[in-house]
C-alpha cells in the first residue's frame, strides 16, 4: 500500500486522538466516585437491612405491650370486682369469704407479674425505637454522602464527555483527509492491537511495541520509497517516518 508521507504523518495525529479519547473514557470508568458510590451504596443497603429489623423488633414490642397492658386491665378489672363483692358484704358464707379473699390476694401476685412484663416490653421497645431513630439518621447521613458523590460524578461526567466530543469531532476532520483504504488498515489494526494501529519511528524504535528495529529492518526502511506504507516486522503496526526515526 502507498500514501503521501504527509497522510501517514495524519494517522500519526488520529491514533493520538484516539489514545486520548480511550485515556479520557478509561477516566470517565474509573472516576473516584464510583468507587465510593459503589461502598456507600452496599453500606446503604446493611443500614437499611438494619433499619427494617429495628422496625420490626418495635412493632412486635408494640403489640406485645398491647396484650400485656389488656392482661394487666383484665386482672386489674376482676381484682376491683372482688372487692367490691367482699365490700358489699354479700358474701356471708366464711369459706365463701376465705376463697375471696385468697382470689384477690392471687390476683393482686399476678397483676404485679403482668405490670414487670409491661415494664419489660416497653423498655424493650424504648430500646427499639432509639435504635430506629438511629439507624434513620445514619440512613440520612450515607444517602446525604451518595448525593454529594453523585453530583461530584455528574460535574465530572459532563466535563469528560464535553472533551470526547470535542476530541472525536477533531478526530472526524483529521480522519476524513486520510486515504480511505489508509485509514481501512488503521482501523483494522486498531482493533487488533489493543487500539493501536499506527506507531511512530523514533529514534530506530517503533513506538508501538518499544522495540528497536534491528540493522535489517532498519534498511529496509531506508530503502523503501517514502509514500510505501510500512509495517512494524514486531508488531505488525503501521510504522510511520517522521524527521526523529534517526535512519
Known amino acids: 500500500m502507498n500514501a503521501a508521507p504527509a497522510d501517514q504523518i495524519r494517522l500519526l495525529d488520529v491514533q493520538a486522538l484516539d489514545v486520548r479519547r480511550q485515556q479520557l ?8 466516585e464510583l468507587a465510593e458510590i459503589e461502598t456507600l451504596q452496599k453500606d446503604l443497603a446493611q443500614l437499611r437491612d438494619l433499619l427494617v429489623a429495628a422496625q420490626t423488633e418495635e412493632s ?15 386482672v386489674r378489672q376482676r381484682a376491683a370486682r372482688d372487692q367490691q363483692r367482699l365490700d ?13 379473699q385468697h382470689e384477690i390476694v392471687s390476683l393482686a401476685r399476678r397483676q404485679g ?7 419489660d416490653v416497653m423498655e424493650r421497645r424504648e430500646s427499639a425505637q432509639q435504635r430506629v431513630a438511629e439507624l434513620t439518621e445514619r440512613l440520612a447521613s450515607v444517602q446525604a454522602r451518595i ?7 455528574d460535574t465530572a461526567y459532563e466535563e469528560l464527555d464535553g472533551e470526547i466530543s470535542s476530541v472525536g469531532k477533531e478526530r472526524e476532520v483529521i480522519a476524513a483527509s486520510v486515504p480511505a483504504d489508509l485509514l481501512g488498515l488503521y482501523e483494522k489494526l486498531r ?9 511512530k519511528l523514533y529514534q530506530r524504535r517503533c513506538e508501538g511495541c518499544r522495540l528497536e528495529l534491528n540493522i535489517t529492518e532498519l ?3 531506508r530503502s523503501a520509497a517514502p509514500d510505501t ?5 514486531n508488531c505488525r503496526r503501521i510504522l510511520v517516518r517522521t524527521a526523529e526515526s534517526g535512519l
Request: proline residues 3%; negative net charge; contains cysteine.
Open 25 to 32: 473514557a478509561h477516566r470517565r470508568n474509573s472516576l473516584p
Open 60 to 74: 412486635d414490642c408494640a403489640r406485645e405491650q398491647t396484650k400485656a397492658e389488656q392482661d394487666v386491665d383484665q
Open 88 to 100: 358489699s358484704g354479700a358474701v356471708t358464707s366464711p369459706k365463701d369469704l376465705e376463697n375471696l
Open 113 to 119: 407479674d403482668l405490670e414487670d412484663v409491661v415494664l
Open 147 to 153: 448525593d454529594d458523590a453523585a453530583g461530584r460524578r
Open 191 to 199: 482493533g487488533q492491537q489493543g487500539g493501536i494501529g499506527a506507531a
Open 219 to 221: 534498511n529496509d526502511v
Open 229 to 233: 506504507v510500512l509495517r512494524c516486522e
